[in-house]
């Protein structure tokens, strides 16, 4: 069985841009969620994503954002990027919400770096 | 305020050594408590996962425990390998759907 993907791997833009990240779950799992991770921070959650709809989402800004298709394939959006925005974007699927102590499998993650 | 903290920081320990690493919660009521394993540049992966009703859970050479009167949770890692250098995360969910709340890990490396 496929792993979760993440594309791209890598991705340099600059401060002011918009950037699009995409994660596709493991076959079968309708949930996604989505972290940012950071040295000084960790990993903390953006939001999650049940069967197209957003069940939760974490004290992040509005310039993030994120959708779910419905083969659960799902993206998320940073507009308008600021150096801070540097960092690892997580996303994990599950079979149902990660709330309920389903196992979540991570991506390996795109690495982000504005400059 | 629901936290996590996580500690050591950082531990070095000689390979077949043993450890154990600590989490302890400030999140009530809470549903689950997670250990994750994270190699370097690559994403988390679940050792166990336990419900607030459980005291123990194994997984190989990995066992956490959880006392939730005291919330508190350890993993003890047994007979080290190198392949255990990695960040180690703990996870507690609130409620019965809330958001994961992550500790910051603990950067574990095994020397030979």
């Known amino acids: 069985k496929a792993g979760v993907t993440q594309t791209p791997r890598y991705l340099i833009k600059t401060r002011g841009q918009q950037v699009t990240l995409s994660c596709s779950p493991i076959?079968?799992?309708?949930?996604v969620s989505w972290y940012q991770q950071t040295p000084g921070q960790g990993l903390q959650f953006l939001f999650e994503?049940?069967?197209?709809?957003?069940?939760n989402k974490g004290n992040f800004p509005g310039r993030f954002s994120g959708r779910q298709f419905s083969n659960s394939r799902s993206e998320m959006n940073v507009s308008t990027l600021e150096l801070g925005d540097s960092a690892l974007y997580l996303c994990?699927?599950?079979?149902?919400?990660?709330?309920?102590?389903?196992?979540?499998?991570f991506g390996p993650g795109t690495r982000l770096l504005v400059l | 305020k629901n936290q996590v903290e996580q500690s050591p920081q950082s531990l070095i320990i000689l390979e077949g050594k043993n450890c154990t690493l600590q989490?302890?919660?400030?999140?009530?009521?809470?549903?689950?408590l997670r250990w994750y394993k994270q190699d370097t540049g690559r994403g988390p992966v679940s050792l166990t996962i336990?419900?607030?009703?459980?005291n123990t859970k194994s997984n190989g050479r990995y066992t956490a425990t959880l006392d939730a009167d005291t919330k508190q949770s350890s993993l003890h890692i047994t007979a080290s390998q190198l392949s255990d250098s990695a960040s180690y995360i703990c996870?507690?969910?609130?409620?019965?759907?809330?958001?994961?709340?992550f500790g910051k890990g603990t950067k574990l490396s095994v020397k030979p």
């Open positions: 076959s079968g799992h309708r949930s």
């Open positions: 336990m419900t607030f009703s459980e």
């Open positions: 994503y049940f069967s197209e709809t957003q069940r």
């Open positions: 996870v507690v969910t609130p409620g019965s759907q809330g958001n994961l709340i």
């Open positions: 989490c302890n919660y400030t999140v009530s009521p809470f549903s689950n």
């Open positions: 994990a699927s599950s079979r149902s919400v990660s709330g309920g102590g389903e196992t979540q499998y």
